[in-house]
């Protein structure tokens, strides 16, 4: 089977993508297709690696945990089951509180932090399409970073929408209530760029 063998107008699911056996890599949101950018950048995976680094040393010995891509992360409206699951996503990084949602295949429900690295041909997909999905599915904080802008925008989970933060850039510092004591340098996010 060809990705052109799949009818993109189609609703597809989790069962569904288990099955597909090419190459491409692809995303499903609320059941429809998106391909996924070709590998990031260095500028990409540098930024990847220190948010992730931090987020790593800060979460040692505490019962939350780090994961970055590729790591499916099957997002849940009505039932866990293969065949009710219409998004599947792989968000460059996420931080899961709870040991129960995470399983041999990756994540199942919603991780308590998602941070999406823009890249050059994502950004309409991370900043609507995945927004409503994270939104929709009570992901509590969504972090975007845009490297080219040097910025990172928080979005945090109150009464079922999300409302933003003020952008923070150079010389600003992210917390989050989810991660008290955590404090992430905006500085060092962009310090190493090549």
Not at 72 to 88: A, H, Y
Not at 133 to 156: C, D, H, M, R, S
Not at 162 to 183: K, S
Request: hydrophobic share 35%; charged share 25%.
């Amino acid at each position: 089977m060809q990705l052109s063998d799949l009818d993109i107008n189609k609703t597809y699911t989790y069962a569904d993508y288990l099955k597909w056996t090419f190459d491409e890599r692809l995303e499903l949101i609320k059941g429809k297709i998106f391909k996924m950018s070709p590998a990031p950048g260095s500028v990409h995976q540098i930024i990847s690696a220190a948010v992730s680094n931090e987020l790593y040393n800060y979460l040692k010995g505490k019962p939350c945990k780090v994961f970055s891509a590729p790591f499916d992360v099957r997002l849940i409206r009505r039932s866990t089951d293969d065949k009710d699951v219409t998004t599947v996503v792989q968000p460059d990084i996420c931080v899961i509180c709870d040991p129960k949602k995470v399983d041999v295949r990756g994540c199942i429900g919603s991780p308590d932090i998602v941070v999406e690295i823009l890249s050059p041909g994502n950004n309409k997909k991370e900043l609507r399409n995945k927004f409503e999905a994270y939104e929709e599915a009570g992901v509590f904080e969504y972090w975007i970073i845009n490297p080219t802008e040097k910025n990172l925008l928080q979005y945090i989970l109150i009464d079922g929408r999300y409302q933003a933060a003020r952008p923070f850039t150079i010389d600003d510092e992210l917390t989050t209530g989810i991660l008290p004591g955590f404090v992430l340098s905006i500085n060092e996010l962009f310090t190493d760029q090549l």
